[in-house]
């Protein structure tokens, strides 16, 4: 990529996407293209063929997703397969269609099956069942890596597709029910703190294992595949390290200053009992994240006391 060439961010206003954008400009690119979903549903083909027809892009950084933690994907099945499909299938396929040069697709490591061998190899795709409860969002994600292979083999594109692990930072959705774990937990935390609770409950046993990774470093390591990755096979992008969710739960009470006690609901789902990718391959490639844990929740946190505070401000002039 050149500093003026037309830079697509689908999804640029969400977690992933906002970060691709902050890294790119900081970068010295200049020359990028974005559009909210108000102004693009990108669901509606003939709205994006004219998107793309009309804009001259060059790169597409395919961030756009219906995403949500395990309540959403439980009550939204049906929503998370066709929208991700939907949204997935036009660009993809638009993209070959007005000569786009470059794309990068981003996955999730719900793609592995839910025992997969820990840490999790990209060649542990597709040996084994999912976990159930994100199985219509997992199913999407394995069509849109299958589909740029597949025209990779066919039209000679450069479609790659990269697997980020669990991601947090800002502009993350804080939403209960649709959130997820990092973000609910940092939310219900924070309101303990606000209000005095003594106690927050937590769903699960508090033992499973997930990695984190703050979003700037995803969109780096998005940024150095863009320039140096050409294969057809997926790559991991994550920390290779993981926390329990008690571990978890702890770190983020220590970044926001809350002292009271975690109760741990078993009733409730845990999920995956661990998910670890392995980064080898995205190491020896040259790349390393660079924000640990304790540094990302007190950036994380820091910001979402911001969003807080705008949100307030603007409700209140509303009135």
């Given at each position: 990529?050149?500093?003026?060439?037309?830079?697509?961010?689908?999804?640029?206003?969400?977690?992933?996407?906002?970060?691709?954008?902050?890294?790119?400009?900081?970068?010295?690119?200049?020359?990028?293209?974005?559009?909210?979903?108000?102004?693009?549903?990108l669901r509606e083909r003939d709205r994006v063929e004219r998107f793309f027809s009309s804009e001259g892009i060059e790169y597409v950084f395919l961030a756009a997703a219906k995403v949500g933690g395990i309540i959403a994907n439980r009550d939204y099945p049906a929503d998370f397969i066709r929208d991700n499909l939907l949204i997935q299938n036009n660009i993809i396929d638009l993209s070959y269609r007005y000569g786009v040069k470059k794309l990068l697709f981003l996955g999730s490591t719900c793609i592995y099956p839910k025992l997969a061998p820990q840490p999790m190899k990209e060649e542990y795709l597709m040996t084994g069942a999912l976990e159930p409860t994100n199985e219509p969002y997992a199913v999407a994600k394995i069509a849109g890596i299958t589909m740029c292979q597949s025209y990779n083999r066919q039209y000679g594109t450069r479609f790659i597709s990269a697997m980020p692990t669990n991601l947090y930072g800002p502009n993350d959705n804080y939403d209960l029910e649709t959130s997820h774990v990092l973000p609910a937990l940092l939310r219900k935390i924070h309101e303990a703190k606000e209000t005095g609770q003594r106690e927050v409950e937590i769903w699960g046993t508090g033992q499973p294992k997930r990695e984190f990774l703050y979003a700037d470093d995803l969109a780096d390591a998005c940024l150095f595949l863009m320039k140096h990755y050409e294969e057809n096979s997926i790559v991991n992008i994550g920390c290779g390290e993981d926390v329990s969710i008690r571990e978890l739960a702890e770190s983020i009470a220590s970044a926001v200053g809350y002292d009271g006690s975690f109760v741990y609901n078993a009733s409730k789902p845990d999920g995956t009992p661990r998910k670890l990718v392995d980064v080898s391959k995205l190491t020896a490639l040259g790349w390393k994240p660079s924000i640990s844990l304790e540094q990302g929740l007190a950036r994380t946190y820091?910001?979402?006391?911001?969003?807080?505070?705008?949100?307030?401000?603007?409700?209140?002039?509303?009135?």
């Open positions: 990529m050149n500093l003026d060439s037309r830079i697509y961010v689908a999804g640029h206003r969400g977690l992933v996407g906002s970060a691709i954008v902050r890294a790119l400009e900081l970068q010295g690119y200049r020359n990028l293209v974005t559009r909210t979903s108000q102004e693009l549903d820091e910001h979402y006391l911001e969003s807080q505070q705008i949100y307030s401000k603007s409700v209140g002039g509303s009135i």
